[in-house]
């Protein structure tokens, strides 16, 4: 049977903090689903335009730059749309204002897949996970179950022509820990590696394919993979995978041993 890794979303949604946010985790998966046919959406939460120390930068000017890299970004991972929610970068909440639209969002795009980030406050004993991720995880989450799939849960969207979507899988974004899902990246990874480029207000003269190869690598080691990304996998709807097609007869089961 087709194991879940091989398995191609005919749409999927990616809802993440900040501008990079995606390239840095999971980008070789959106690569690697756009490639085979699936129709990516990105939805970035804030424009992270308080993520600089340059003299002059104005937090607008930011904005601006940022936006661009990541639609730049998204473009090489052959994604189908990026949108901006514009939220506060650095106060990025929860709200149930903020629900509501990314409910809007899954009901109109009905993705099958939703990634997003870990909601969790720390996940070592070396690392607090940044507010922004926390946040933005958990109203993704809250956006997917049960809000996405209620018709009693907003109803002025169901008026509006949005009518109720179940996401069949959530994709929770865990880096390089533990997970109970790894996608193989091997064939995506220069792809994850030409769109994380894009964020050059970001990155500065550091180039990030050294350190990217060896945390895919460190990911893919676990399962066999060269490179992976590695998720925490929710089912909410189960999808029936392909079966291999079994022969018909010995002499053909003989001539497929034989191959």
């Not at 005919?10 to 999971?26: K, L, N, V």
């Not at 514009?86 to 509501?100: A, V």
Request: include cysteine.
């Amino acid at each position: 049977m087709t194991n879940a890794n091989d398995y191609i979303p005919e749409r999927a949604m990616f809802i993440f903090a900040h501008p990079d946010d995606i390239e840095f985790g999971s980008a070789g998966t959106a690569a690697k689903w756009a490639k085979h046919g699936s129709e990516i959406t990105y939805i970035v939460l804030t424009d992270g335009n308080i993520g600089s120390r340059e003299d002059g930068m104005t937090a607008e000017k930011l904005a601006e730059i940022r936006r661009r890299e990541q639609s730049e970004a998204a473009e090489v991972a052959g994604v189908a749309r990026c949108l901006f929610m514009g939220e506060p970068d650095g106060r990025l909440q929860p709200t149930l204002e903020l629900r509501k639209k990314l409910v809007r969002l899954i009901r109109a795009h009905k993705p099958n897949v939703v990634v997003c980030g870990d909601p969790q406050f720390f996940y070592s004993d070396g690392y607090i996970n940044h507010p922004d991720h926390r946040n933005a995880g958990q109203v993704a989450l809250e956006a997917v179950f049960p809000s996405g799939d209620s018709p009693l849960l907003f109803p002025e969207l169901v008026e509006e022509g949005y009518e109720p979507h179940k996401v069949n899988y959530v994709y929770i974004s865990f880096g390089r820990r533990e997970a109970n899902m790894y996608i193989d990246i091997t064939e995506s990874i220069d792809t994850k590696i030409a769109a994380l480029r894009k964020h050059v207000s970001q990155l500065g003269d550091w180039d990030p394919e050294e350190r990217m190869r060896e945390w895919a690598a460190e990911t893919g080691k676990r399962v066999g993979y060269k490179y992976a990304e590695g998720y925490f996998r929710i089912a909410l709807k189960e999808v029936e995978l392909e079966k291999e097609p079994e022969p018909e007869t010995e002499i053909e089961a003989q001539a497929e041993a034989g191959d």
